[in-house]
Nanobody
Framework: VQLQASGGGLVQPGGSLRLSCKASGSIFRLNTVGWGRQAPGKQRELVATIRADGSTNYVDSVKGRFTIFRDNVRRTVALQMNSLEPEDTAVYYC?????????WGRGTQVTVSS
């Protein structure tokens, strides 16, 4: 399984970014996929997930600001991030839950700063 993320960058507080991740090497439509992030000096946390049935989960700190989408035809998972805060600064990683292990892609840096 390979996961290729894109879309990170520098944005001012209150701004928006959209991350995208393309998966290969798995059935995808049957997998739970999601996004995690790791800020400097902190452990990686799972930010948002979307299951095969389309149901979603979010960490409390991003509820109402972030939305996760999946496109099973294009084999992509996207994270729309609005009302970004400096605390959202982190390396963001896409995730795919396989039958016997979880896969993580290379991260993309998101920096929220004025």
């Amino acid at each position: 399984v390979q996961l290729q993320a894109s879309g990170g960058g520098l944005v001012q507080p209150g701004g928006s970014l959209r991350l995208s991740c393309k998966a290969s090497g798995s059935i995808f439509r049957l997998n739970t996929v999601g996004w995690g992030r790791q800020a400097p000096g902190k452990q990686r946390e799972l930010v948002a997930t979307i299951r095969a049935d389309g149901s979603t989960n979010y960490v409390d700190s991003v509820k109402g600001r972030f939305t996760i989408f999946r496109d099973n035809v294009r084999r992509t998972v996207a994270l729309q991030m609005n009302s970004l805060e400096p605390e959202d600064t982190a390396v963001y990683y896409c995730q795919l839950v396989g039958s016997d292990r979880t896969f993580w892609g290379r991260g993309t840096q998101v920096t929220v700063s004025s």
